[in-house]
């Protein structure tokens, strides 16, 4: 059954009343169409019959989807979204543990998270559109506006000792570009970029990311959704901001909280302003 794009701009009560963007993994045409020129999210099924092949099920539906980016140091492709705490000596990418994961875009263009097996309690995930967002600081607090578009510098981690890495150059948090509106966040590594600097944000810059925070953590803006086993969560993030609930798990670990993550690029997708070019291969620094 056809359905109509959501808005690129889109509120939960909007996105509630005309129903989540559900689609079938053979309707690529429509997830492309979505993710492109409607809500910039997709929630898809029938990727994998099976847990046992689903690794092999989902990389080719990602080739299918666009072209698969390297997600770490190791250059993995395809990387486990699970509880690793008690086997970590450090944690320095927060989807490795249970905690609360706060409202970010992650590097990469495209993600595509496929749910093997919930958590026992929680792991909701929180979505909210980067043009929503904008519009509220437009309407509200246009002052902030210039401070978000001027940008900061980010951190980006070694993944190879507590707290290493380096600071990065000065991005946009929101810039507009040949696909309209782009936004890249992580607060975190805009804090820490800040301390290796040897720098301190200014008032006017803690005041334009906390009502960022505000904005990307209203409920009236955001939607909520927790993927079950067999449910696949793909995002453009360029538009599209998404965060975790913190989620309490079994204790048995082959019972565990268990996705699957994938990072694409993808030539159907409109080319990026130039200063958020670098997402195209965003672990190219570390490779």
């Known amino acids: 059954m056809s359905r109509d794009l959501a808005p690129k701009a889109w509120r939960r009560r909007g996105m509630e009343s005309r129903g989540l963007p559900f689609y079938s993994a053979d309707d690529l045409f429509r997830i492309k169409s979505e993710l492109r020129d409607g809500a910039g999210f997709a929630l898809v099924r029938g990727i994998a019959a099976e847990?046992?092949?689903?690794?092999?099920?989902?990389?080719?539906?990602?080739?299918?989807?666009?072209?698969?980016?390297?997600?770490?140091?190791?250059?993995?492709?395809?990387?486990?979204?699970?509880?690793?705490?008690?086997?970590?000596?450090?944690?320095?990418?927060?989807?490795?543990?249970?905690?609360?994961?706060?409202?970010?875009?992650?590097?990469?263009?495209?993600?595509?998270?496929?749910?093997?097996?919930?958590?026992?309690?929680?792991?909701?995930?929180?979505?909210?559109?980067?043009?929503?967002?904008?519009q509220e600081i437009e309407n509200k607090r246009p002052e902030f506006l210039p401070v978000l578009e001027a940008g900061f510098a980010f951190f980006m981690p070694d993944e190879k000792t507590p707290g290493g890495g380096r600071s990065r150059d000065v991005i946009p948090i929101l810039i507009d570009?040949?696909?309209?509106?782009?936004?890249?966040?992580?607060?975190?590594?805009?804090?820490?970029?800040?301390?290796?600097?040897?720098?301190?944000?200014?008032?006017n810059s803690i005041a334009a990311l906390d009502y960022f925070d505000r904005c990307a953590s209203d409920p009236d803006l955001l939607i909520t959704y927790t993927l079950d086993s067999g449910e696949a969560l793909?995002?453009?993030?360029?538009?599209?901001?998404?965060?975790?609930?913190?989620?309490?798990?079994?204790?048995?670990?082959?019972?565990?909280?268990?996705?699957?993550?994938?990072?694409?690029?993808?030539?159907?997708?409109?080319?990026?302003?130039?200063a958020h070019a670098g997402r195209r291969n965003p672990m190219a620094a570390m490779l």
Do not use: M
């Open 177 to 203: 570009g040949p696909g309209g509106l782009s936004c890249i966040y992580y607060r975190p590594f805009i804090e820490r970029a800040a301390a290796v600097n040897g720098t301190k944000l200014a008032g």
């Open 51 to 134: 847990s046992a092949d689903a690794g092999a099920c989902l990389l080719r539906f990602g080739q299918a989807l666009g072209r698969l980016l390297p997600q770490n140091a190791a250059q993995e492709t395809l990387v486990e979204i699970a509880d690793f705490s008690d086997e970590d000596a450090f944690d320095d990418r927060g989807y490795r543990s249970p905690g609360e994961l706060h409202p970010h875009t992650d590097p990469p263009p495209l993600i595509i998270l496929l749910c093997l097996r919930p958590a026992r309690v929680g792991g909701t995930n929180r979505l909210v559109s980067a043009n929503t967002i904008r």
């Open 234 to 274: 793909i995002l453009n993030n360029y538009r599209v901001l998404h965060a975790r609930d913190e989620y309490e798990d079994w204790p048995e670990k082959g019972r565990r909280r268990h996705l699957l993550r994938l990072w694409l690029d993808a030539d159907w997708l409109p080319d990026p302003p130039p």
